[in-house]
């Protein structure tokens, strides 16, 4: 008897998509970045494949540079950049920016709205929109606008141990790997260029050779090494110093050099210092991660308090914003600025950018005439959560952080309390309780009730020293949780 | 020559226009003797009851902080309206000239409501709301006052909720969130913060 069988539809159903996505994932790679250096800011965008052409959306690139906007007209796509516009008809190669027509290496695409264009024309395209020349490293896919870029030199102390000295003109970041044999330094967000030959070699048993490449939208300097090595940061961000880490041995100096270049003992992480000038060997730190977001209260219509006719709470809370950024660079804490600009954020805004970020902490400031000193606020939720199955309830997000917020609070209130009138309280603020990281919010007031103290460059720097002191204390337990 | 059916038709219409011009002006006299009329009746009427002492949550902006003190309140049996004649007391100290925590001169509270089980909900004016001086510490501490207030004369309260003329509104003054629920715990937490000095 001849036994025939079915496959039920359900099954059938789960095992394609099984197989759909074992392709997927099969196929999956690294996505293609265009790294963007200017002096306003330093960013990555994601690149689109279509043909044989790699394409970034217009838009995304322009907007971190000024005001813009953008419209779909029948078959075309417009574009106001500050008071230049240009206008890109769909599938041609033929665009008018500014009264020119400019010729695209492949057709402009219209896509849901957005406007692609050849990541190769953008050094044709950038100069018309922003009136200056771009350097495009197509290579590497790293375009520099206006940014004369960060150069380094290399120097090799060739004493026992041996040491590679790298020099850099600014303050860097790198993200630090390890394999054996090497020591990766890859810089995403600063904007490194070569300043000699891409591979310099030493004659030295230890360090061998570094070499340079640009890929993907990030530099990276690779050290090959006979032994593990250790990164140590000094010189405010501007120095690494490469040595080999306190355990490793060198081989017998007859050794070949390449049958040494494997380590007897996989080598330790390097990672970014906790101060600066201090050595660092933990693998727990994420190197590129934003440690702290500051988030000057209001902007835009919504001024906040009214303090006098011409100071009112969104102007102190982002002077206050960026003296904190520049307090936290100074000890390399890496920063970011929710609002830069006086523009409105709604809450949920601000919440998304900052759950999006996942720093180490969020700072949220705020400015007061009435009381004294500082108030440091943590988010008042009930104490029973809703149940929402998988997910966090949007108003209840801060609730898996509250204690490591509520412990942040109490140390800056610490820390400002040996200066100023200080206390920690909680408070019914959005969007605190819509972060997810370790979240306070600071309403600082006037010293003494005159109200030049909150423009008062002396007490801001002095507030804010308190602040970036108790947060370099706090750092490797928030970093621990980040 | 005038057809005879259209002239009844014009003397029918011109006398019901008159008809309507004479209804019109008494009643518009009507309406005016009605206004004239003073309306002695008072605001609300005096609450019934024995005083009582009560414990009031007191805001001082200048130390910032909440003190409890005990006033002694003439306070009618319902829940509902025992809740009115605490927020009223409140007002009326912060509207005093002497006031710890001042409030816009046109501050009121609209209306209290005991919905069960546990919710309270507080109607404020938006002369209150609007007049609000705009800060953390300042708004925290109107909502604790009015919080705490209720929730320690009035057992079994557990949720407070605030409405700004009948409708639900993001924040008192642009920093305390009035979006949703106080939790009658969270609010303890809050009181007792607030009860020490920075």
Excluded at chain 1, 106 to 130: I, K, N, W
Excluded at chain 1, 302 to 316: H, M, Q, R, W
Aim: glycine fraction near 6%; include cysteine; charged fraction near 15%.
């Amino acid at each position: 008897m001849r036994r025939t069988v079915r496959l039920h539809p359900s099954l059938a159903f789960a095992l394609s998509l099984l197989s759909f996505a074992l392709f997927v994932l099969g196929d999956a790679s690294e996505p293609k970045l265009i790294s963007v250096y200017s002096p306003i800011a330093n960013y990555s965008l994601s690149l689109a494949r279509r043909g044989s052409h790699d394409y970034v959306g217009l838009l995304e690139i322009l907007e971190p540079l000024g005001t813009v906007s953008s419209r779909v007209e029948a078959q075309n796509w417009r574009l106001r950049f500050n008071s230049i516009e240009g206008m890109f008809p769909n599938g041609a190669a033929r665009v008018r920016i500014h009264g020119r027509e400019i010729d695209l290496s492949a057709p402009f695409l219209l896509e849901g709205g957005r406007g692609l264009v050849p990541v190769d024309s953008l050094g044709t395209v950038l100069p018309v929109f922003l009136a200056f020349p771009v350097v495009f490293h197509a290579s590497g896919l790293r375009l520099f606008i206006r940014e004369e870029g960060t150069s380094y030199t290399t120097q090799l102390e060739s004493g026992t141990p041996a040491r590679l000295i790298l020099n850099f003109s600014s303050p860097v970041n790198p993200r630090i790997a390890t394999e054996p044999g090497k020591l990766r330094m890859t810089f995403t967000r600063d904007p490194i260029i070569a300043s000699g030959p891409p591979l310099v070699s030493f004659n030295n048993a230890t360090i061998s050779a570094a070499s340079f490449v640009e890929t993907n939208g990030a530099a990276e300097i690779t050290i090959t090494s006979a032994v593990p090595l250790l990164a140590s940061f000094g010189n405010d961000g501007r120095r690494i110093t490469i040595a080999p880490a306190p355990s490793a041995t060198l081989p017998a100096p007859s050794a070949n050099r390449n049958s040494a270049a494997a380590p007897q003992s996989p080598p330790p992480l390097s990672a970014p210092p906790s101060s600066p000038g201090a050595t660092t060997g933990s693998p727990a730190a994420a190197p590129n991660r934003i440690f702290v977001a500051i988030d000057p209260s209001h902007g835009g219509a919504e001024t906040g308090a009214t303090f006098s006719p011409t100071l009112v709470e969104k102007d102190v809370t982002l002077a206050w914003a960026r003296q904190l950024r520049r307090e936290c660079e100074a000890r390399l804490l890496r920063t970011m600025l929710v609002r830069d600009q006086d523009i409105d954020l709604q809450n949920d805004q601000r919440a998304v950018m900052v759950n999006v970020a996942r720093p180490a902490i969020y700072i949220s400031l705020h400015a007061a005439s009435e009381g004294k000193g500082a108030h440091v606020y943590t988010a008042l939720l009930s104490l029973s959560t809703p149940e929402q199955g998988l997910f966090l309830a949007w108003d209840h997000a801060q609730v898996q952080s509250l204690a490591s917020s509520q412990a942040a609070a109490a140390a800056i209130t610490a820390e400002l309390g040996k200066n100023i009138p200080a206390r920690a309280v909680v408070a019914a603020l959005r969007p605190l309780g819509n972060i997810v990281v370790p979240a306070v919010a600071l309403e600082v007031a006037p010293r003494n009730g005159d109200l030049a103290d909150l423009a008062d460059a002396d007490y801001q720097r002095q507030v804010a020293s308190s602040v970036v002191a108790a947060l370099a204390a706090l750092r490797g337990k928030l970093e621990a949780a980040q | 020559m005038i057809p005879r059916h259209l002239e009844i038709a014009m003397a029918v219409l011109l006398s019901a226009v008159l008809m309507l011009s004479f209804y019109v002006s008494r009643m518009r006299a009507r309406v005016k003797a009605t206004a004239a009329v003073v309306d002695n009746r008072p605001v609300a009427p005096p609450p019934a009851g024995p005083t009582e002492q009560a414990a009031l949550y007191i805001a001082y902006d200048d130390p910032g902080v909440l003190h409890a003190e005990s006033a002694a309140i003439r306070l009618p049996s319902g829940r509902q309206e025992r809740a009115q004649e605490l927020v009223e007391a409140l007002l009326a100290r912060y509207l005093d000239k002497n006031s710890p925590h001042i409030l816009p001169a046109q501050a009121d509270v609209r209306e209290v409501f005991m919905v069960d089980p546990g919710l309270v909900v507080i109607d404020l004016n938006s002369a209150l709301a609007d007049g609000h001086r705009s800060g953390i510490l300042v708004e925290t501490l109107t909502i604790a006052s009015f919080s705490q207030t209720l929730a320690t004369n009035l057992p079994g309260i557990s949720r407070v909720k605030f409405l700004v003329d009948g409708k639900s509104r993001e924040t008192l003054a642009g920093h305390a969130d009035l979006s949703g629920d106080y939790q009658i715990q969270a609010i303890a937490t809050l009181s007792q913060q607030l009860q020490s000095s920075p």
